[in-house]
């Protein structure tokens, strides 16, 4: 029957059905889509890195091309301009470029650059000085000063075979804070606390900077480190803690030889404004005692004012006589200081020498000592002495200012 005849086919066909391969359902492994998917980031990070720096690379190009315009034109500035506007222009790009620009004290700056220019001509005695640092020297030459109270003298100084830029200590005032501290005469001064850090005096600059960092402010502690000789031929090194203060310089003391009381020994520590009255004082109190014969100890005087020395010495040569005489470098005398009458008001005042005081002292049998730091005016002093009268020079040879 057609029924069966169908069913029959039906079983052939579920028969050969059951003998083929089964057809299977494809899956994917988690650590291969895992892997799929770092790949697929990886390569847009890649294409999205790769479009950034082209980017960035247009972007410098832009920025170095708008800073060599920059240069370009202040080059051409230059060109056009003076020695000095290369300064301006100096400024200008860091004012514009530097990272620091917003912490720029701009007057603070130029003093540095002008310590800069003075320093560069190779000039040693050549500084520069702010006015306040005018004003403390000012102060100082007036014979009136705060800060510690001492004379020093820049010197080269070798310990353990390192060397050293020390203040060799030539005086203490009396009744100073230097006095009062144990600093005495023959100290080395080699580091000064800044900050709460020690440092040479060359990290602070020189001698110029480092002075005016040990004066500091009235009623501040200076704190020094000195090398002191440890009476076995070396030297230890020795920390003062010093008030800062006021004193008042005596630049002139003096005293009878214990020895043969002819003998006058007049020490004269510095040439301050107030050293020429101090001066003919120390000179008329010896003669009051009878001395004939004076010493002038001029060791260790770093030297001083001119007024000073012009007075000191007009006491001491006949009127007229050339003290020293300034010659530019092509050979022109450009000053010249003779002894001499002159009057002065003010802080100068005690420089002033009367027409009857001028070669007071002309007559005096003298002998000057001198040693390697006898400088500058103290210098002057010595050589109008031994020009004009002769006198012997016992010692060592001076400093060389």
Same mark, same amino acid.
């Given at each position: ?62 920025? &170095? #091309? ?7 034109? +202040?080059?051409?500035?230059?060109? %056009?301009? $003076?020695?000095?506007? /290369? *300064? ?112 040479? &005096? #060359? ?7 480092? +002075?005016?960092?040990?004066?500091? %402010?009235? $009623?501040?502690?200076? /704190? *020094? ?177």
């Amino acid at each position: 029957m057609n029924y069966n005849d169908n069913n029959k086919n039906t079983q052939i066909n579920l028969s050969q059905n059951s003998n083929a391969t089964p057809k299977q359902e494809w899956r994917c492994p988690v650590s291969v889509l895992l892997a799929l998917l770092s790949i697929a980031i990886v390569a847009t990070m890649l294409c999205t890195f790769n479009i950034a720096s082209k980017w960035i690379r247009a972007q410098d190009s832009v920025i &170095i #091309e708008e800073q060599q315009q920059t240069i370009d034109e +202040l080059l051409q500035v230059l060109q %056009e301009q $003076g020695d000095f506007e /290369k *300064l301006q222009v100096l400024a200008n790009l860091l004012q514009r470029y530097s990272y620091y620009s917003n912490e720029f004290d701009q007057e603070e700056m130029l003093d540095e650059v002008m310590r800069a220019y003075a320093q560069a001509t190779g000039d040693k005695y050549a500084a520069y000085y702010t006015e306040e640092e005018y004003a403390e020297i000012r102060s100082d030459n007036a014979g009136e000063g705060f800060g510690i109270g001492v004379n020093v003298v820049q010197e080269s100084f070798t310990v353990n075979g390192k060397d050293y830029l020390t203040f060799y200590v030539a005086k203490v005032f009396k009744d100073s804070p230097a006095a009062g501290s144990g600093l005495r005469i023959g100290d080395r001064v080699y580091a000064i606390e800044v900050d709460g850090e020690y440092k040479s &005096i #060359e990290q602070l600059g020189g001698y110029t900077n480092a +002075l005016s960092v040990i004066r500091g %402010e009235l $009623g501040t502690t200076a /704190k *020094l480190r000195v090398f002191r000789e440890d009476g076995s031929g070396g030297y230890t090194s020795v920390e003062f803690s010093i008030l800062r203060g006021t004193y008042t310089t005596e630049s002139v003391s003096y005293r009878v030889s214990e020895t043969d009381a002819s003998v006058g020994i007049v020490h004269i520590s510095e040439f301050d404004l107030q050293t020429p009255l101090q001066f003919k004082q120390a000179v008329l109190a010896l003669q009051a005692q009878n001395v004939e014969h004076f010493i002038f100890d001029v060791r260790n005087n770093p030297g001083g004012d001119l007024q000073s020395i012009k007075a000191v010495l007009s006491y001491l040569l006949n009127d007229g006589d050339l003290i020293l005489s300034a010659i530019d470098n092509n050979g022109n005398r450009v000053l010249s200081v003779y002894a001499e009458a002159e009057t002065y008001t003010g802080s100068a005042e005690g420089c002033s020498v009367l027409p009857e005081e001028v070669g007071m002292f002309a007559g005096l049998d003298i002998v000057v000592l001198c040693n390697g730091n006898t400088a500058s005016a103290a210098e002057v002093f010595t050589a109008s002495l031994r020009d004009h009268k002769n006198a012997p020079i016992i010692g060592e040879t001076t400093y060389g200012k």
